[in-house]
């Protein structure tokens, strides 16, 4: 059998060796290395990951990485994925220390981005403890009902009429600055509302002001004019001559 002789030069360089390479496997495979551009890092084995967080730390004025992709017309600047479940870290977090925003989205498209839910998607995208009113969004659902459920401002005005009786005159205050009228039909008070605006398609219910009363007015669009709603409050019933019957009310229209 031919011996091989182990000079101390080489048990020097083995020992060289085994010392530069403890500490690679005493912190886990990859970490302590460079960073490979264009490769897999730390390994092309999927099943080889890092154990540690690698830490990136600036001091500057601007940012402390960058990422772009100057392909032209396809391809993003940074995808980043986790398994991390409901109630633990999320796949992307930023903090800012002091009192400016956390994160920035600008774009030069008309869609600024999106947020996709995956299996349940009755929840909702996104939550936040924040009270204060998000300006600028312009929401398909308010507490899950479609904009078409809700009536929009046009269709909604009222008239707040004040009558002291007496020789008084009848005045009308609301959103479409609306005047009033009153006459005397078959010995009721009539009071007329023009509205200044077509009120012919829509409802109207009016209701006295001050304390309970067994007053009941009829309501009605006034015949031939889009803009005008008949309130008639009737008489006192007294005999021989029943008196009208005058006071404030307030009428609310919805179309």
């Known amino acids: 059998m031919k011996r091989f002789r182990f000079s101390g030069r080489a048990a020097v360089v083995c020992s060289l060796i085994l010392a530069l390479g403890l500490p690679t496997v005493a912190m886990g495979f990859g970490e302590g290395r460079n960073l490979l551009l264009g490769k897999r890092n730390p390994s092309s084995n999927p099943g080889l990951a890092l154990n540690t967080e690698t830490e990136i730390i600036?001091?500057?004025?601007?940012?402390?990485?960058?990422?772009?992709?100057?392909?032209?017309?396809?391809?993003?600047?940074?995808?980043?994925?986790?398994?991390?479940n409901l109630g633990n870290e999320p796949c992307l977090r930023a903090n800012n220390l002091k009192g400016g925003r956390s994160f920035e989205f600008v774009t030069i498209g008309k869609e600024g981005g999106r947020i996709?839910?995956?299996?349940?998607?009755?929840?909702?995208?996104?939550?936040?403890?924040a009270t204060?009113?998000?300006?600028g969004f312009n929401a398909d659902k308010v507490d899950g009902k479609e904009a078409a459920d809700f009536a929009p401002a046009t269709s909604l005005t009222f008239a707040a009429v004040s009558d002291a009786g007496g020789a008084a005159v009848p005045t009308a205050a609301?959103?479409?600055?609306?005047?009033?009228?009153?006459?005397?039909?078959?010995?009721?008070?009539?009071?007329?509302?023009?509205?200044?605006?077509?009120?012919?398609?829509?409802?109207?219910?009016?209701?006295?002001?001050?304390?309970?009363?067994?007053?009941?007015?009829g309501v009605a669009p006034t015949p031939g004019q889009a803009n005008q709603v008949n309130i008639n409050w009737g008489n006192n019933g007294a005999t021989p001559t029943p008196v009208p019957t005058r006071g404030s009310f307030h009428v609310q229209v919805i179309c």
Do not use: H, M
């Not at 600036?58 to 991390?84: E, H, L, V």
């Not at 009721?188 to 009120?199: A, E, G, L, N, P």
């Open 58 to 84: 600036a001091d500057t004025t601007t940012y402390g990485t960058r990422q772009s992709n100057k392909k032209d017309g396809d391809g993003g600047s940074a995808i980043y994925g986790c398994r991390s």
């Open 116 to 129: 996709e839910v995956g299996g349940d998607k009755t929840g909702p995208p996104l939550t936040t403890n």
């Open 132 to 135: 204060g009113v998000a300006t």
């Open 174 to 217: 609301g959103p479409t600055t609306p005047t009033v009228t009153l006459a005397t039909v078959s010995n009721d008070s009539v009071y007329t509302v023009d509205f200044k605006r077509d009120v012919s398609k829509c409802s109207f219910t009016a209701a006295p002001v001050g304390s309970s009363s067994d007053i009941t007015p």
